[in-house]
């Protein structure tokens, strides 16, 4: 079955960064794209950056330049390297893949506070 875990969040003031995981598992990882989402307390959740299984990355607006999608395929894992971090990036995100239907991690909450 399909199974994704993230890790990696935490705690960190404005201006750090954060690098988030996702291992993936339960099907084949190199021949999909993999999206990470966020969600903001009292806010719908998002779409912050997507990687298609060539490698192609887009991002939502307000992550563009900070954030970065990647992954290993050698590893069933998708990233998110995210610099320059603001309080409005506080969320919890979810790494999510389409597979006949949605699959979701169960989240990892990033907080960032001075």
């Known amino acids: 079955q399909v199974q994704l875990v993230e890790s990696g969040g935490g705690l960190v003031q404005p201006g750090g960064s954060l690098r988030l995981s996702c291992a993936a598992s339960g099907f084949t990882f190199s021949s999909v794209s993999m999206r990470w989402y966020r969600q903001a307390p009292g806010k719908q959740r998002e779409l912050a950056a997507r990687i298609t299984n060539t490698g192609t990355t887009n991002y939502a607006d307000s ?3 900070r954030f ?7 590893k069933n894992t998708v990233y998110l390297q995210m610099n320059s ?4 990036d506080t969320a919890v995100y979810y790494c999510n893949v389409f ?9 990892t909450q990033v907080t960032v506070s001075s």
Do not use: C, H
Request: charged residues 30%; aromatic residues 14%; positive net charge.
């Open 85 to 88: 971090l603001q309080p409005e």
């Open 68 to 74: 970065t999608i990647s992954r290993d395929n050698a």
């Open 99 to 107: 597979r006949f239907r949605d699959y979701w991690g169960q989240g």
């Open 63 to 65: 992550v563009k330049g």
